[in-house]
């Protein structure tokens, strides 16, 4: 079993930068691809950025892509999001994942990631 714990989260304004990071523990993890993912009431769960085992390969959401930096320490076993020039609809519980399968792709699909944290509310005023 792997367990992941995200970190960073809180209150920010129109702006502002945050960066929330997720702790792996249990298993080692530096094999797979990690994600981050949020969600807000009432909508699906949705892709943010991901970023394979080595850091070789990072992919991001259109609504994130030139703001949001995606990187990880598998030394440390974490992983991490620099989130800059935050705006109100990022508004969301961000969430980070784990894909159990040795692959070189960063899937966006939700189904494709095992192991999940258990979320931090990040919200961003006006």
């Known amino acids: 079993q792997v367990q992941l714990v995200e970190s960073g989260g809180g209150v920010v304004q129109f702006g502002d930068s945050l960066r929330l990071s997720c702790a792996a523990s249990g298993r080692p993890v530096n094999s797979f691809t990690m994600s981050w993912f949020r969600q807000t009431p009432g909508k699906e769960r949705e892709f943010v950025a991901g970023i394979t085992w080595n850091s070789g390969r990072t992919n991001y959401a259109d609504a994130v892509k030139g703001r949001f930096i995606i990187s990880r320490d598998n030394a440390k076993s974490m992983l991490y999001l620099q989130m800059n020039s935050l705006k109100p609809e990022d508004t969301a519980v961000y969430y980070c994942?784990?894909?159990?399968?040795?692959?070189?792709?960063?899937?966006?699909?939700?189904?494709?990631?095992?192991?999940w944290g258990q979320g931090t509310q990040v919200t961003v005023s006006s």
């Open positions: 994942a784990l894909n159990w399968k040795p692959i070189v792709q960063i899937p966006s699909a939700t189904n494709e990631y095992v192991y």
